[in-house]
């Protein structure tokens, strides 16, 4: 949705704690957003949503990027006001953890790709 700036607040801690980020902007195309992730190789995808109406454009590009082979080990992450009033809403529309600041994002995002990083 149009709302950004608790996605760049999101992108500002990640920077901090050393990630090389890429802010996609506020109502992004899905597929452009899914060529990102595959272009960018990235390891961890952060959505928002505001309100309960963009949930359904949630789980769809969600869909999108776990049915791109390339995107298989992508953490995708989920934040905004609907998932803290429903704190397992993030199961329901296929994410892989909810992070309800910007400092728990970049503690689960670490957390996520753990495994992934061991040698």
């Known amino acids: 949705d149009l709302h950004e700036i608790g996605l760049r607040m999101v992108t500002d801690f990640f920077e901090m704690e050393g990630w090389d980020t890429f802010y996609l902007g506020a109502n992004m195309p899905p597929q ?3 060529d990102t992730v595959v272009e960018r190789h990235a390891d961890v995808l952060a ?6 109406l963009h949930l359904g454009a949630v789980r769809d590009l969600i869909q999108m990027v776990r049915a791109r082979a390339e995107c298989r080990r992508v953490k995708i992450l989920v934040g905004g006001y609907p998932f803290l009033v429903a704190p397992e809403l ?8 909810c992070a309800s600041n910007a400092q728990d994002a970049t503690g689960l995002a670490t957390q996520l790709l753990a495994p992934e990083l061991e040698p």
Do not use: C, E, P
């Not at 959505?47 to 309960?52: F, G, L, N």
């Open 47 to 52: 959505i928002s949503a505001t309100i309960s």
């Open 90 to 97: 993030w199961r329901k529309v296929g994410a892989d953890g």
């Open 32 to 34: 452009a957003v899914v």
